[in-house]
């Protein structure tokens, strides 16, 4: 089989003015159809067993409430509900497991979920932050109950992935590593959050404009010992395209050329610890254009291109020093 990858796109889960929305897939399908080098895979819904591998009967039952009475907002990020969205989260978690169990089970090279609702805020016990369930703690969660022993969950998203933090927080077979713009939504996410996970929750708060050159360093001095070290079987990546400099909602510096040059060093990692098994899911990112750069970049870093497609997307801001901040990190982490 060729890099699969799964298209989840909820077009009744919108709520007007809402960021996150169908629209953040407009520019999606052209790129994807294009391609002749990876191959679609139809999502079926996840099962309520599988979504409580993550989730609580408490949650998921109200949650389903929720969405039947909808529309609604249940937060204040804000996150809404609309009357399809419970089931357009089970496909959207389901569309993720397509995709990592064919990787998991060795069918597939890789993948990529190209889903939404999104998933990592969303936490064992409440959705939140735009995410319902967490599609990425769904899917690490089965391949663990298919005989993976060690997952590694690399988070590069803008925001910090709570709920996967939260969900993985006593699971001593889950590394986490999130890098995010701190000081904002949703507040978690420093250095020393779970410090009885030292060495396995890993993350990486960072100031306003950190791009390209932070990224290198921190694939160099944190996600490589990091992996060396925990020896994963499988890699899953949150990947949010709102760590580009251009998206509306925050204040990173990444390119599409970034992109790739992270997505195609975690292709290494997964080449070099767990016989090339990486599955891609999407979180965040409220540019279309981002979006669809974005996922380009993953593709071509999956599919083994040596070089970055597009550019022309270079970031107007200079970028900050992250080296007192990954010294922070590699000293508490012992890295
Ligand atoms: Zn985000």
Not at 141 to 158: H, N, Q, T
Not at 170 to 195: F, N
Not at 208 to 213: L, P
Not at 285 to 297: E, K, R
Request: proline residues 7%; hydrophobic residues 40%.
């Amino acid at each position: 089989m060729k890099t699969v990858y799964t298209l989840v796109s909820s077009p009744t889960h919108a709520y007007a003015g809402h960021p996150e929305s169908p629209q953040r897939f407009a520019r999606l399908e052209a790129c994807l159809s294009r391609r002749t080098d990876i191959e679609r895979l139809e999502a079926a819904p996840a099962r309520l067993d599988e979504i409580s591998r993550v989730h609580t009967p408490r949650m998921i039952t109200g949650l389903e409430a929720a969405c039947r009475q909808g529309p609604g907002i249940i937060d204040h990020a804000p996150t809404y509900v609309t009357r399809t969205s419970f089931d357009d989260a089970l496909l959207a978690s389901g569309g993720t497991l397509a995709c990592s169990r064919l990787v998991w089970e060795g069918a597939a090279p890789n993948g990529f979920a190209l889903v939404r609702p999104p998933g990592h805020h969303a936490e064992p016990g409440r959705a939140m932050g735009f995410c319902l369930f967490n599609n990425a703690a769904v899917a690490a969660k089965d391949a663990l109950a298919r005989g993976l022993e060690r997952a590694l969950i690399v988070d590069f998203d803008a925001h910090h992935g709570n709920g996967t933090q939260a969900a993985f927080r006593d699971d001593e077979r889950v590394a986490y590593l999130s890098t995010h713009q701190e000081g904002i939504y949703p507040g978690s996410g420093r250095i020393e959050d779970v410090p009885h996970a030292k060495g396995r929750i890993v993350n990486v708060p960072l100031p306003a404009f950190s791009g390209d050159a932070a990224f290198r360093r921190i694939a160099e001095a944190v996600i490589t010992p990091l992996a060396a070290r925990f020896r994963p079987q499988m890699i899953f990546v949150s990947a949010g395209f709102d760590s580009h400099w251009n998206d509306p909602l925050t204040s990173l510096g990444l390119t599409s050329a970034g992109f790739f040059v992270l997505a195609q060093r975690l292709v290494g990692l997964a080449q070099e610890h767990c016989g090339g098994k990486i599955v891609f899911v999407l979180e965040g990112g409220y540019d279309p254009q981002n979006v669809a750069d974005g996922a380009t970049a993953v593709f071509a870093a999956l599919t083994g291109s040596e070089s970055a497609p597009g550019g022309g997307d270079a970031s107007p801001h200079p970028e900050p020093d992250i080296t007192p901040r990954l010294d922070e990190v590699r000293r508490w982490q012992g890295l």
